[in-house]
T-cell receptor, first 112, second 112 residues
Framework: DTAVSQTPKYLVTQMGNDKSIKCEQNLGHDTMYWYKQDSKKFLKIMFSYNNKELIINETVPNRFSPKSPDKAHLNLHINSLELGDSAVYFC???????????FGNGTRLTVT | DQQVKQNSPSLSVQEGRISILNCDYTNSMFDYFLWYKKYPAEGPTFLISISSIKDKNEDGRFTVFLNKSAKHLSLHIVPSQPGDSAVYFCAASSPTGNQFYFGTGTSLTVIP
C-alpha cells in the first residue's frame, strides 16, 4: 500500500502546453503539499493545503495551481509550460502540518 | 534565501565507520528538525527528528545532535552500512509556519 502516490512518474511535454500531476494519500493526513526539486537539488515548497487554508509560496508563478477535490487528493495544474518548469515535483502529506512529511516518489517533468 | 544549509554535497565512508552529516540553519525560530533519506527515483523518507527542547535524539544506529547556540545539527550513523548510501536532507520548521525548509542534501556513499 503506497501511502502517497503521484502520477505520472515521468512527463515530457512541449513549451506552452498545459499539464496536470495527480497526488493521492491514504494516510488520513489533513495537510498536503507540493515541493519542487530544481537542478540544484533544492527542495522548495510550492503550496501547502488543508481543508481550510491554501498557503502559496509567493515565488510560485500563477501558472501553477493546486486543486483539491477532497482531503486525500491534491493535484497540480500547470498552464503554459516553460523550459524553466523542468524539475522533479514531489507531493507530500502530514498530520496537522507539523508532523514529519510523507513524500510521493516524484514526477520528473521535462519541458522541451 | 536558503534558511537551511548543507555545505557538504557528498561524503564517502568505509563500512563500519561513523558517518557524520552536518546541517546549519539561520532562523532562530526553528524548533523542529528532521532528517530525510532519499534513494534515486524515490521520494525522501523520514529518518529521525529532534525538537529544540532536546539536544540529542537516538534511534538505533542513527543519532541526531542539536546545538541551538550554533544553529547546527548533525546526523551520526554508526556503524555505517552500504545500504545507508543515499542522499540525506536536513529540514526545519517553526511553530508559526506551516512548511518545512530543506537543505540541498548530502550524498553519502558507504564503501564496502
Amino acid at each position: 500500500d503506497t501511502a502517497v502516490s503521484q502520477t505520472p512518474k515521468y512527463l515530457v511535454t512541449q513549451m506552452g502546453n498545459d499539464k496536470s500531476i495527480k497526488c493521492e494519500q491514504n494516510l488520513g493526513h489533513d495537510t498536503m503539499y507540493w515541493y519542487k526539486q530544481d537542478s540544484k537539488k533544492f527542495l522548495k515548497i510550492m503550496f501547502s493545503y488543508n481543508n481550510k487554508e491554501l498557503i502559496i509560496n509567493e515565488t510560485v508563478p500563477n501558472r501553477f495551481s493546486p486543486k483539491s477535490p477532497d482531503k486525500a487528493h491534491l493535484n497540480l495544474h500547470i498552464n503554459s509550460l516553460e523550459l524553466g518548469d523542468s524539475a522533479v515535483y514531489f507531493c507530500a502529506s502530514s498530520q496537522n502540518g507539523v508532523s514529519p512529511l510523507h513524500f510521493g516518489n516524484g514526477t520528473r517533468l521535462t519541458v522541451t | 534565501d536558503q534558511q537551511v544549509k548543507q555545505n557538504s554535497p557528498s561524503l564517502s565512508v568505509q563500512e563500519g565507520r561513523i558517518s557524520i552529516l552536518n546541517c546549519d540553519y539561520t532562523n532562530s525560530m526553528f524548533d523542529y528538525f528532521l532528517w530525510y533519506k532519499k534513494y534515486p527515483a524515490e521520494g525522501p523518507t523520514f529518518l529521525i527528528s529532534i525538537s529544540s527542547i532536546k539536544d540529542k535524539n537516538e534511534d538505533g544506529r542513527f543519532t541526531v545532535f542539536l546545538n541551538k547556540s550554533a544553529k547546527h545539527l548533525s546526523l551520526h550513523i554508526v556503524p555505517s552500512q552500504p545500504g545507508d548510501s543515499a542522499v540525506y536532507f536536513c529540514a526545519a520548521s517553526s511553530p508559526t509556519g506551516n512548511q518545512f525548509y530543506f537543505g540541498t542534501g548530502t550524498s553519502l556513499t558507504v564503501i564496502p
